[in-house]
């Protein structure tokens, strides 16, 4: 048996993964109803019921946006310290240890077991612990204390940018989750407010639609959106 429509709630149907298109669905919803709060006690009630809960969805909107926003910015930061491993970092400190051990020799071998396979390949955290005991390995041998200050000195650069860039993404994923609460707390107020309207338009229905934009609900998610 089908679910009976008006049971259903429609902008938290609709505006799953659509997070800008309630944003605008409820402002336009909120500027409507406000107009006619200050002569008509049932849009009042309505305005109490909505205001604040969308108010504090659009300040969780910003904040998410703008933790995205550094999320990006820091995780092209953490790409660019990893290409520069493998640009020029690498060259530098296999030119300093080579000047001393010759390539493919036992104590440049010890140093380089799988050559720039562990500096090149795999996961970020693979990575930093190849440059980690590179650099715990040059600490022992004092004729290579300059490429060890070197390797010593990426490592630290390219540890902490990874930590920023994680602490940021478990910051959005906290900030997404709350999100996600706050708009089903729109939609109920939606939906709420959408009863009122009912009992209040009960013979003239038509006029319901005037206080909300369907289409931003009733269209398809766009490429990207959020």
């Not at 999320?71 to 530098?92: A, Y």
Request: with cysteine.
């Amino acid at each position: 048996m089908r679910t009976w429509n008006f049971i259903l709630n429609t902008f938290e149907i609709n505006t799953r993964r659509k997070n800008k298109a309630l944003l605008s669905l409820g402002a336009d919803h909120l500027a409507k109803i406000k107009a006619k709060a200050a002569t008509d006690p049932d849009f009042l009630q309505m305005q109490n019921d909505f205001e604040t809960i969308f108010e504090d969805y659009d300040q969780i909107f910003t904040q998410h946006s703008m933790a995205k926003g550094e999320f990006k910015g820091d995780t092209l930061g953490l790409k660019q310290v990893m290409q520069k491993l493998n640009d020029s970092k690498l060259k530098e400190w296999e030119g300093g240890i080579h000047a001393l051990y010759p390539e493919d020799s036992p104590d440049e071998i010890a140093l380089f077991p799988r050559k720039r396979r562990p500096f090149q390949e795999s996961t970020y955290e693979t990575r930093l612990m190849a440059v980690q005991a590179l650099s715990e390995k040059l600490q022992a041998i004092p004729a290579l204390a300059t490429t060890y200050a070197n390797v010593s000195s990426f490592y630290n650069l390219m540890l902490t940018t990874r930590q920023t860039q994680k602490g940021v993404k478990g910051k959005l994923g906290i900030l997404s989750k709350v999100r996600e609460q706050q708009r089903k707390l729109v939609c109920e107020a939606l939906y709420g407010n959408l009863g009122l309207l009912m009992r209040k338009y009960r013979k003239t229905p038509l006029n319901i639609k005037v206080y909300f934009d369907l289409s931003l609900v009733q269209r398809k998610k766009k490429k990207g959106e959020d």
